[in-house]
């Protein structure tokens, strides 16, 4: 995995599992370049899952897990595709993928 990457003037570093270190400085071109290296092509539903994520670390400096983000789908782009079966259609390596891409540090997990 790369340490670091560089958009434009900016240089961005990422830990050994390629996320993104520093969670504020994620931008538009970044989330780009990290759906371009986990090949998913970003639609309307991406977007407003990605959105929901960020804004969901943001306020609750925690990851949401799967089942709250298919239900937050639920109102935001409708009941057919508020499914975690959906989610997974969008990010098929799961909700780790969508973090990634919506430039949230990586999970810690406490012991």
Not at 38 to 61: A, G, P, T
Not at 73 to 92: C, D, N, W, Y
Request: charged content about 20%.
């Amino acid at each position: 995995m790369k340490e670091s990457i560089q958009l434009g003037d900016t240089i961005y570093s990422l830990d050994f599992r390629g996320y993104l270190k520093t969670f504020t400085l994620w931008t538009p071109e970044l989330m780009e370049w990290f759906a371009q290296e986990e090949q998913v092509e970003l639609s309307q539903d991406h977007m407003d899952i990605i959105n929901y994520i960020r804004e969901y670390f943001e306020k609750n400096k925690v990851h949401p897990v799967v089942r709250v983000v298919a239900a937050h789908m639920v109102v935001v782009i409708g009941e057919e595709k508020g499914t975690i079966q959906h989610f997974h259609s969008l990010f098929p390596k799961g909700i780790h993928q969508a973090y990634r891409i919506a430039g949230l540090p990586p999970v810690v997990l406490s012991v």
